[in-house]
């Protein structure tokens, strides 16, 4: 049972324009959520993340935004760089019986093109 | 400083054949987890272990899994009797876990497993 999901498997953005990435969630008790990029052969390195009591978080050219009620969440990249081509994972975390473990998407390759 | 340090960084065994992998925390890090990546699929947890509480396992697919964490830093994760579907790449991450609840996860470059 998928409890993140990124529907996008890929997306495609010319260089300078935004990219922006789509993850939504089925657990209401996450309230912590975090994204990863890959390149081939590395592990998944920490970007960005936001917790569940703010609705948007800034770093550079990442911004992300949460919107609670509708279980969303997206990652704008401002403006696009070739070497922002990897895999992006969405992922989430929350309390209870579920603390400790990040669940996370299936990812969505970014592929800028210049 | 080091990030979390996993060997070998690619294992290739026989069907039926026990495999050891190996993960080194960030120095430090109070809370370590196991993930697999398999072919096309997103980050699966496996197990996590915080200090010296009981290790929460409920990832972990099957009794052929096991972990240990020795003297709260390096872990090691065991497969016995591999088979073909546990060709995945073995991803370990911490955290400080004292900097709060909602801590962040930094991932290790993984092992490449691969079951003939």
């Known amino acids: 049972d998928q409890q993140v999901k990124q529907n996008s498997p890929s997306l495609s953005v010319q260089e300078g324009r935004i990219s922006i990435l789509n993850c939504d969630y089925t657990?209401?008790?996450?309230?912590?959520f975090l994204w990863y990029k890959k390149y081939p052969a590395e592990g998944p390195t920490f970007l960005i993340s936001?917790?569940?009591?703010?609705d948007k978080n800034e770093d550079g050219r990442f911004t992300v935004f949460l919107n609670k009620s509708a279980k969303h969440l997206s990652l704008h990249i401002v403006p696009s760089q070739p070497g922002d081509s990897a895999v992006y994972f969405c992922?989430?975390?929350?309390?209870?019986?579920?603390?400790?473990?990040?669940?996370f998407g299936r990812g969505t390759q970014l592929t800028v093109w210049p | 400083g080091a990030g979390v340090s996993q060997s070998p960084s690619n294992k290739v065994t026989e069907k039926g054949k026990d495999v050891e992998l190996r993960c080194d925390p960030i120095?430090?890090?109070?809370?370590l987890y196991w993930y697999r990546q398999s072919l096309g699929q997103g980050l699966e947890f496996l197990i996590y272990f915080q200090g010296n509480s009981a290790p929460d396992k409920s990832g972990l697919p099957s009794d052929r899994f096991s972990a240990e964490r020795t003297g709260g830093s390096v872990s090691t994760l065991t497969i016995q009797r591999t088979q073909q579907e546990d060709s995945a790449v073995y991803l370990c991450?911490?955290?400080?876990?004292?900097?709060?609840?909602?801590?962040?996860?930094?991932f290790g470059p993984g092992t490449r497993l691969l079951v003939l």
């Open positions: 120095s430090g890090h109070t809370a």
């Open positions: 657990n209401s008790m996450f309230d912590y």
């Open positions: 991450a911490s955290s400080d876990r004292t900097s709060g609840r909602l801590e962040t996860q930094y």
């Open positions: 936001i917790s569940s009591i703010k």
């Open positions: 992922a989430a975390s929350g309390g209870g019986s579920t603390l400790g473990r990040l669940y």
